[in-house]
């Protein structure tokens, strides 16, 4: 594993040795332990998208390694003003140890992988989200102890959360089941890795795809880049929210998740998201641990942290 492009580039191995890593992380950071391995390191970040816990995640998960993390906002670089990705790739490979990027197209991050000589990790393109979902199934495990025999069920938008979530869960083996409207189902390339399961299934109903759940999640109705689409997009997705009626369908004890930041009163209810929090805000916490350990894994070179 050379980059983190997206969850389909990782073997189910790789995705359990990043999370066994990022648990022990995670343990180190909460009983004061240093784990400075990557002194010297630095980290370029570049942001052509707003963001709060990937741009604080990072940077302080690079500094608890020792290393440092250069904010590179797509306002100030060249990059914005149409300097190609693949000269940027190859400039910032002879100053810095790896890039993380967060952008509109995959094929951006994609041309930094291919130009770059250095690791390139996603912080998130309009395709796919895998330091969102590292962190999703860092969660799970930690609030069911496992993967075996779960499912995962995903309601709203095909998006970059849906797409990811599907091939994270899928490959961990947890059983899959989507609901969303047909004009806005997971893109092809992940349905077509979906359907070779038998553990998964889409659709348009939400009650259908909640049925039996062990873990609920959702996520905006547009996302970043749709924002002037916000009011038609509401009246299409209005019927794909969790709410108290939807968590009746799911199995007691069912976890709800969000990758934040959450619109409430739209693809879930205040009264769930509340009741949800814990959960919630430990999978916003897990994004700094399992981060962590995809940094250790492609800045160091260490699979295990010892
Ligand atoms: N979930 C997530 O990626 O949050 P930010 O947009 O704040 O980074
Ligand atoms: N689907 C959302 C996720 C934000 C973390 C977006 O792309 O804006």
């Known amino acids: 594993m050379k980059h ?11 995705i359990i040795e990043i999370l066994n890593m990022a ?10 332990i240093p784990h400075p391995v990557l002194q010297g390191k ?19 998960g690079m500094y608890q390694l020792g290393g440092n993390a250069l ?13 190609p990705a693949s000269d940027t790739a190859r400039v910032l490979s002879r100053y810095l140890d790896g890039i993380m990027i967060r952008t509109f197209e995959q094929k951006e991050v994609e041309t930094l992988a291919e130009y770059g000589s250095i ?42 959360m849906a ?12 059983e899959v089941s989507i609901a969303t409207p047909a004009t806005d189902k997971p893109h092809p390339d992940v349905m077509a890795f979906a359907e070779q399961h038998d553990t998964f299934r889409w659709t348009e109903s939400v009650e259908e795809a909640a049925q039996g759940a062990d873990v609920l999640l959702t996520d905006v109705w547009a996302s970043m880049g749709q924002e002037n689409e916000s009011a038609l997009r509401a009246k299409r997705f209005s019927g794909y929210q969790i ?13 709800v998740m969000h990758c934040l930041p959450a619109h409430l ?7 769930v998201f509340d009741a949800h929090a814990d959960e919630i805000f430990e999978e916003a916490e897990n994004r700094l641990h399992a981060q962590k350990a995809v940094l250790v894994r492609l800045l160091g070179g260490k699979t295990t942290l010892k």
């Open 119 to 160: 690791p390139i990790i996603n912080g998130l393109t309009d395709y796919c989200h895998p330091c969102q979902v590292l962190a999703d199934l860092m969660t799970i495990r930690e609030f069911k102890s496992g993967f075996d025999g779960l499912k995962l069920c995903y309601i709203g938008d095909g998006n970059n």
């Open 4 to 14: 983190l492009l997206k969850m389909a580039d990782l073997s189910a191995k790789e």
């Open 23 to 32: 648990d022990q992380l995670k343990y180190e950071t909460r009983h004061g």
């Open 265 to 271: 009163g739209e693809e879930i209810t205040k009264d």
């Open 163 to 174: 797409n990811s979530l599907i091939v994270g869960a899928l490959k961990v083996g947890m």
């Open 42 to 60: 630095t980290l370029g970040m570049i942001f052509q998208k707003a963001s709060t816990r990937t741009r604080v995640s990072f940077e302080v």
């Open 243 to 255: 709410n108290a009626g939807l968590m009746e369908k799911a199995n007691p004890g069912c976890m």
């Open 71 to 83: 904010f590179l906002s797509a306002r100030d670089l060249q990059i914005g003003r149409g300097e």
